[in-house]
């Protein structure tokens, strides 16, 4: 078995590890191309969003690098990703191509079943445990890596050498072969990454990302926005890993209660996907003092849409600015850039004048008290 | 001065499919239903300005049937459609439109927006009557009542569907202006074809001939007897979809696939038509298994994508051609 899965950030270290530990043979895609996205929109159904598309041009350039197995997540929807497997398996077998797709269910039982069909029946209890335990850390240490990465990029002295230990990092903890050496690579990078912040220099502003997932975390399917968004001096909070969305959706250890409470006034109910938390998320960093809001996710979504009809009224009563971005094979970069760079300068324009404004009322507060 | 408070049911989105359980449910509670007209150019260009760009059609249009309607009703019902049967949903657009319409239209009425939430049991059923009881201080045996007069005056239209091979919304026109008997429902009997076509999409689509221009009446002018997804018998459906190796989680799309199936397995079309809208998420996934499985059974296949922009102009050719083209193919077994 020669096993393949889709790309969605740095997903491939911590599977690679996983399936490794399965026994299995991996050929991840080759990095996500033009080629890709080609592929994918040739071949894809003309309406189907932008993930399913990046996907098929992964398994289809990894099935020419020999792959004849393919790993993917199920889902039961409404969001359609649950479909995805089942449409992408009859397309590759229409296009003639002897692939078997092994479509695993967000469910413990089913993650067992297809893990132990993967490992060709056995299931060596101690191996996959450890290759469990392996593959999280270098989730979590990739993840750590990734918020430094945003903490410093609106403030780095070099730019392209703070990309460049991201890029490092993923390929050393690729090659890792123990926890200890995962927590060496990540302490190291971590502190490469801090020295290259520009002492004393504060980024312009803050920026809170909310969005669907795939958009979110895969940085070729959104135009690498959050690095455009860093050299405009925008500090970016995204709070939606890969590593956040196990605990939320797998270990149930990170609660959502917060985020319904919060969006509650202005919807009242689940639309699957992060519909629902594209709303709570975006009053919550409203309410946490960023300058600027902005949704990412894929044309056609239609979580995302019901969010995007609803963000308006949240922009208005919050006070915030927030901007959708949906994104789609004909997306255009000069677009891109020019609607960043507004939306940059409206949230500082507002950030000073609200410091303006702060400044003002504590003089008038001062000449009220007589000093 | 006591006029009966008015209800306002949109006639947009799943008007086409539950209109009678609705108008039969509030009718019995004692108001006066009102519809809007039915969609022309202003609704849909309204519904258009209201809603946000990436929203697909159907639920544009809908935007503008609420605001033809907002000024004109005490209470407007634009429900929470959630599920009607285990293990299956909707597009989520439907999970969140009372929440879309709110935060996007000015000045509305009391929107009754109530959990269609149903399928798994009888507590979906209580929380319904729960919620319009309360709502309209009404009790709960009176709420029940009229729960139940509606859901059985919606099997009989489904059933009346099914056995006369009638189109709902000819079936509608009689509900609404129920004296007028000039305009009587036709049935295909009469047409005299060797060429039947499936014609596959949503009700909101299939049955709304602003939207669709028409389209039901020129195939048949062509000489093509039209079988649509709700002509299909629910046992029929699901046999169709039990040939899938994983279960379609939604509801809808699922009567479109199992119809699909079954009339490609009986031979009983010799060609498919699959009206969408451009953007539709379920259709985009569900409308590529149909024509790879629809090509492997070498049956034609003519997709026709809507948007706010579609002409009148191009469409009768293609339907022309289409037709012609299954013509040739049936002439050719000769």
């Not at chain 1, 449409?87 to 590759?92: A, L, N, P, S």
């Amino acid at each position: 078995m020669k096993v393949t899965f889709p790309h969605m950030g740095h997903l491939y270290v911590p599977l690679r590890s996983l399936l490794k530990s399965l026994g299995v043979e991996v050929i991840p895609p080759p990095p996500i191309n033009k080629k890709t996205l080609d592929l994918g929109v040739k071949y894809g159904p003309e309406c189907a969003c932008l993930p399913l598309k990046i996907n098929l041009g992964n398994f289809l350039e990894a099935i020419e690098k020999g792959a004849d197995t393919v790993a993917m997540g199920g889902g039961k929807g409404p969001c359609r990703f649950g479909y995805f497997g089942e449409v992408q398996r009859e397309i590759i077998k229409e296009l003639g191509h002897q692939v078997e797709f092994v479509i695993i269910e967000p469910t413990p039982l089913d993650v067992i079943r297809k893990f132990r069909y993967l490992a060709g029946g056995g299931f060596p209890v101690k191996r996959i445990l450890r290759g469990l335990q392996l593959a999280w850390k270098k989730l979590l240490a990739l993840d750590e890596i990734l918020e430094k990465l945003r903490e410093i990029r609106s403030v780095a002295v070099d730019f392209n050498r703070l990309e460049q230990l991201y890029e490092t990092a993923c390929s050393r903890i690729d090659f890792a072969s123990s926890q200890e050496k995962v927590a060496q690579i990540k302490e190291e990078i971590i502190q490469e990454m801090e020295a290259l912040r520009e002492t004393g220099k504060e980024p312009l502003i803050e920026v809170g990302i909310v969005g669907e997932i795939y958009t979110i975390i895969e940085p070729s399917s959104n135009l690498h926005v959050e690095r455009r968004l860093g050299k405009l001096g925008a500090r970016v909070y995204n709070p939606l890993t890969i590593s956040y969305w196990v605990k939320r959706h797998i270990l149930h250890t990170e609660k959502g209660d917060e985020i319904e409470r919060m969006a509650r006034p202005y919807l009242n109910h689940v639309v699957g996907g992060h519909g629902l938390e594209s709303v709570g998320n975006s009053v919550i960093f409203s309410r946490k003092g960023v300058d600027g809001i902005i949704q990412i996710a894929p044309f056609t979504c239609m979580p995302e849409i019901v969010a995007e009809a609803i963000l308006p009224r949240v922009s208005k009563i919050e006070g915030i600015p927030i901007m959708s971005l949906f994104f789609d094979e004909h997306t255009g970069e000069a677009g891109l850039v020019t609607r960043l760079e507004a939306f940059v300068d409206l949230a500082r324009r507002k950030k000073e004048r609200k410091e303006i404004s702060k400044e003002e009322e504590e003089e008038v507060y001062a000449g009220l008290s007589g000093n | 001065m006591s006029r009966k408070l008015r209800v306002g049911i949109p006639r947009g989105l799943l008007y086409y499919q539950y209109y009678p359980a609705w108008e039969e449910f509030f009718s019995s509670l004692d108001f006066e239903v009102v519809i809007s007209p039915p969609t022309n150019k202003q609704i849909l260009e309204k519904g258009v300005s209201l809603a946000v760009d990436e929203i697909c059609l159907p639920f544009k249009l809908y935007f503008g049937h609420v605001n033809c309607l907002k000024e004109r009703v005490d209470i407007l019902f634009v429900p929470r459609f959630v599920r009607v049967e285990k293990r299956r949903t909707v597009c989520p657009k439907f999970l969140g439109l009372p929440d879309m319409i709110r935060n996007s239209i000015d000045d509305l009425p009391l929107i009754f927006a109530p959990n269609i939430d149903l399928g798994r049991g009888i507590k979906g059923y209580f929380r319904l009557v729960e919620e319009a009881s309360e709502t309209f201080g009404m009790s709960r045996v009176r709420t029940a009542r009229a729960l139940y007069r509606g859901i059985k005056k919606l099997k009989n239209f489904e059933k009346e569907i099914v056995n006369r091979q009638i189109f709902p919304h000819r079936l509608l026109q009689d509900t609404e202006k129920e004296k007028l008997k000039n305009s009587k429902p036709e049935e295909q009997g009469s047409i005299d074809t060797r060429l039947s076509v499936g014609l596959l999409g949503h009700s909101y689509l299939l049955y709304d001939r602003f939207l669709n221009l028409g389209l039901i009446e020129k195939l048949q002018k062509l000489g093509l007897k039209v079988i649509t997804p709700e002509m299909i018998s629910p046992e029929n459906v699901k046999r169709g979809v039990q040939t899938l190796r994983k279960d379609l989680f939604w509801t809808f799309n699922t009567r479109i696939l199992g119809s699909a199936i079954h009339l490609l397995k009986k031979g009983a079309v010799q060609g498919l038509i699959q009206l969408t809208s451009f953007g539709c998420g379920p259709d985009s996934l569900v409308g590529e298994l149909i024509e790879l499985k629809a090509h492997r059974q070498k049956v034609p296949v003519m997709n026709l994508n809507l948007d706010e922009h579609s002409g009148e102009a191009g469409f009768m050719t293609r339907l022309e051609a289409f037709a012609d083209l299954l013509n040739f193919k049936t002439g050719s077994s000769f």
